[in-house]
């Protein structure tokens, strides 16, 4: 075991590993949070223009917002596997 790998005394090895891969990958956990939050909201946007589009109201502007909300969705998809990959 080298120098900077003891643990300190008083400290459980998992608390110790946890703390250790936080220190390497910081606000990890926040970021899967903010990727999810907004993969919902674009859902939820998506689902809203898409019933504007079969409704027939305002086509013109509800294909191309409908659009941005699902590659919305395909980016925060895309992160969150890459973030997730990251960790293994």
Not at 14 to 34: D, M, S, T
């Amino acid at each position: 075991m080298e120098d900077r790998d003891r643990i300190p005394s008083g400290m459980s090895r998992e608390k110790y590993e946890r703390l250790k891969a936080e220190a390497q990958a910081p606000y990890k956990g926040l970021r899967k949070f903010v990727y999810g939050a907004f993969a919902i909201s674009g859902a939820i946007g998506a689902f809203i223009f898409f019933t504007q589009l079969l409704a027939g109201r305002d086509v013109g502007s509800a294909l191309p917002n409908l659009a941005v909300q699902l590659g919305v969705v395909g980016l925060m998809v895309f992160l969150f596997r890459l973030e997730s990959r990251k960790s293994q």
